[in-house]
């Protein structure tokens, strides 16, 4: 499956952002998805992630609360609507995909990538 992630931009603290991530070349419903970020010279950390159904979701503590991920299975897109943004969600945002019942918070679990997205909160 290939993955286009988009809706990166700048956005002032407290705003809001949504990110898409278009999906083809597969079943979409049969594979968790997940967004992560990279900062500059930082790992490249979870963020958040959705069941292939939908059914369930998982975030990081760090966007608890102010991060929403959702999925439309019929347009082959998962999304990630940030609210209340802060500087520190500075990053290029990636989605990932594999093929599987569950969600996983693991970088390794994954193995299809997005080109990634960069998001610039300003102070």
């Known amino acids: 499956v290939q993955l286009q992630a988009s809706g990166g931009g700048l956005v002032q603290a407290g705003g809001s952002l949504r990110l898409s991530c278009a999906a083809s070349?597969?079943?979409?419903?049969?594979?968790?998805t997940g967004w992560f970020r990279q900062a500059p010279g930082k790992e490249r950390d979870f963020v958040a992630a959705?069941?292939?159904?939908?059914?369930?979701?998982v975030y990081a503590d760090s966007v608890k609360g102010r991060f929403s991920i959702s999925r439309d299975n019929a347009k082959n897109t998962v999304y990630l609507q940030m609210n209340s943004v802060k500087p520190e969600d500075t990053a290029v945002y990636y989605c990932?995909?594999?093929?599987?019942?569950?969600?996983?918070?693991?970088?390794?679990?994954?193995?299809?990538w997005g080109q990634g997205t960069l998001v610039t909160v300003s102070s």
């Open positions: 990932a995909a594999y093929s599987g019942p569950n969600i996983s918070q693991y970088r390794g679990t994954y193995d299809y």
């Open positions: 070349g597969g079943t979409f419903s049969r594979y968790a």
């Open positions: 959705i069941s292939g159904s939908g059914g369930r979701t």
